[in-house]
């Protein structure tokens, strides 16, 4: 690291209105719309201010904005509704957006996407591309969220740096989720000075080993990333929203949420 590089992690924090929450952390409580009612106001409580749809159950779009209304709490993306569907008619997902007053969408996997060759990964490239284009027409910002399927070398290259240089950064953009980088073999650090200026989302996933000598999810804080580095290279990249997600919880995932948050709040904030 650089003396400009450590000056600038000492100086960097995180601002606490900026933190969110990823609804997929806590799917299995949220089952019906009682319970998503309930969910956002816990998550409110505890501190977050905003909310990245993924994991809910199907609710009218009225009836979901009210309840995010009544909660305090805004959202701040989506992942949208359906892979495919994003791809093939992308403009019903920005209708949804725009109703929930969001202005941004992430791609969250490529589900049932062939990407075993070059030639896969460019057309899979392609069709985000496309898809981006609809979005930034529409005023709907699309970013991408890659799992550890994206780090295979095809043809010298990471299926991630194919997607991304073989889009426009009008139309797509970076979500980087940085449990699945570790996992893929990856930087997180790296990859947010990589995204620098197209890096508006960045997935908070902890990291960790079991005693079974197995990687796992962890709380923020409570794993082996370094996040003043990774949150100093996010906010030099230009990250916008810091989205805190655990796919899986030893307990209480409310409870995971809330170390995560107070976490980020005594180290990482002002």
């Known amino acids: ?38 969910a956002f106001e816990k998550i409110a409580k505890i501190g977050y201010t905003a909310v990245q749809f993924g994991g809910l159950p199907a609710m009218p779009v009225d009836q979901l904005a009210g309840m995010l209304s009544d909660s305090g709490l805004i959202c701040c ?32 996997y490529p589900s049932g996407i062939k990407l075993d060759t070059v030639e896969d990964a460019l057309a899979f490239a392609r069709r985000l591309d496309a898809a981006g284009k609809v979005f930034h027409e529409a005023g709907i910002q699309f970013a991408y969220h890659n799992h550890s399927v994206e780090f295979q070398r095809l043809g010298g290259r990471l299926v991630l740096d194919v997607i991304y240089e073989e889009t426009d950064p009008r139309y797509l953009q970076g979500e980087p989720d940085t449990y699945w980088i570790q996992y893929g073999g990856g930087d ?3 990859w947010c000075r990589k995204l620098k200026g197209r890096l508006p989302l960045l997935h908070m996933k902890d990291y960790k080993i079991t005693p079974e000598d197995r990687p796992t999810f962890a709380e923020i804080g409570y794993g082996n990333l370094d996040w003043k580095k990774i949150v100093a290279a996010a906010d030099d990249g230009g990250c916008q929203w810091y989205i805190v997600e655990q796919d899986r919880c030893d307990g209480d995932p409310f409870d995971s949420l809330k170390l995560s948050f107070d976490y980020i709040r005594d180290t990482l904030c002002s």
């Open 188 to 190: 997180s650090v790296e």
């Open 1 to 38: 690291m650089t003396s400009a590089q450590a000056g600038l992690e000492s100086e960097i924090a995180v601002h606490v209105s900026q933190i969110a929450v990823q609804l997929y952390t806590v799917r299995d409580q949220m089952k019906t719309p009682a319970e998503v009612a309930a």
């Open 77 to 108: 993306s989506t992942h949208g509704t359906g892979e495919a569907s994003m791809l093939d008619e992308p403009a019903p997902a920005a209708e949804l957006a725009r109703k929930l007053d969001c202005r941004s969408i992430a791609y969250p």
